[in-house]
């Protein structure tokens, strides 16, 4: 088949997406073509293993054909050689690349590289799409801090719960089997203490193929979560962060039941959610996925530490009952936290809302 450049990149695109188990690396698909037809594709699978350009490489001759990567190529010596020496050596004639790694040891160097060379360079292609794609990468490589996607699960007038306090089920079957395989995609699902005492949750991706579990992160400053709870089985880890005001015998007592404590500084009698994000920031943690319940919820949104808004409406009307958000301080509309919805997708007969803050 024959196609454009944006044909070939959305195919580049397409393969990136179905490997979503890359962290900390970025998800990269790469497609050789020559003459407008495709010889080889590649995805990049998992960390450490070989990069999408070069699978693509190893499956054809690459002598004068052009090759479409949702990614600029590497240039530095990691897990594995760069990429621009294997597409150097290969004989690549042309290099379609939708952005620019904005990781400090690529930061343009590999397009630099291939110029140099006498290879033609074309960039930009599909970028939008590539950016969003790989969103909580480039976050963490420009700011050094975990992304941070929030889910809520609303009624159609914005309740979390019903007047009794029942929320089960807001949101159907098919929603929540998305949920799982978001959970599969993050690096660490978060809840605050409050979702642990009242539902008893496991916080792990099932039914979804998921080559490991994420990380379980429960925000407890003061020491209410008992060890006995869901989180602390062998299914996967978990990470309580606390305060100086959890009680030894408690942060003691977590560890013994098998959790890791972290004791971060505290803002307003919580956790310091600033001080969370370079925390996890650091422990290479790229994205963490947000299921607390309404306070968790407005004390990120209160803060602007959300990057991505996914909201889950399910098809019912309480008119009481718990608000989704609570207060923001937000007192005029030119003051709101604004959002640019990326995704609208009806789900059974739930709508489920993408939205993204406005890079910069």
């Known amino acids: 088949m024959s196609g454009s450049d944006e044909d070939f990149m959305e195919r580049a695109l397409?393969?990136?997406r179905s490997h979503p188990f890359t962290s900390p690396n970025p998800r990269v698909g790469a497609v050789l073509v020559r003459d407008g037809r495709i010889l080889a594709e590649g995805a990049h699978e998992t960390a450490g293993g070989l990069h999408a350009e070069v699978v693509a490489l190893e499956r054809a001759d690459a002598r004068g054909a052009s090759l479409y990567v949702?990614?600029?190529p590497c240039s530095h010596q990691g897990r594995t050689p760069p990429c621009v020496t294997a597409i150097l050596d290969a004989g690549v004639a042309r290099v379609v690349a939708a952005m620019e790694d904005p990781d400090p040891r690529v930061g343009g160097d590999g397009f630099a590289a291939l110029e140099s060379a006498g290879i033609e360079v074309t960039r930009g292609?599909?970028?939008s799409e590539a950016r969003r794609l790989n969103a909580p990468y480039i976050h963490h490589r420009r700011t050094g801090r975990a992304f941070v996607s929030l889910k809520l699960a609303l009624t159609l007038d914005g309740r979390m719960a019903a007047?009794?306090?029942s929320a089960r089920w807001i949101s159907g079957a098919e929603t929540r089997a998305g949920v799982h395989r978001r959970r599969a995609e993050a690096d660490a699902v978060m809840v605050g203490s409050g979702t642990v005492v009242a539902d008893d949750p496991q916080l792990t991706a099932r039914d979804v193929g998921a080559p490991c579990q994420p990380l379980r992160i429960v925000l407890d400053s003061s020491g209410r979560v008992a060890p006995d709870r869901k989180i602390?089985?062998?299914d996967a880890r978990t990470l309580m962060v606390t305060t100086d005001a959890a009680p030894h015998d408690v942060q003691t007592a977590w560890k013994e039941a098998g959790a890791e404590v972290a004791v971060l500084p505290a803002a307003a009698g919580h956790v310091d959610l600033d001080e969370l994000l370079d925390f996890l920031g650091e422990r290479d943690i790229l994205e963490v996925y947000c299921e607390g319940g309404a306070e968790l919820a407005t004390a990120l949104l209160r803060d602007d530490l959300v990057d991505r808004l996914?909201?889950?409406?399910?098809p019912v009307l309480v008119g009481g009952g718990g608000r989704g958000i609570g207060d923001l301080g937000v007192i005029a509309m030119k003051d709101g936290l604004r959002y640019r919805t990326v995704d609208v997708d009806r789900t059974?007969?739930?709508a489920v809302v993408i939205l993204m803050r406005?890079?910069?």
Do not use: K, M, Q
Not at 310 to 314: K, L, P, S, V
């Open 163 to 165: 007047p009794d306090g």
């Open 232 to 234: 602390f089985d062998d």
């Open 70 to 72: 949702s990614l600029e």
């Open 14 to 16: 397409e393969l990136a």
């Open 125 to 127: 292609v599909l970028e």
């Open 358 to 360: 406005e890079e910069g």
């Open 310 to 314: 996914e909201i889950h409406y399910g």
């Open 348 to 350: 059974g007969d739930d």
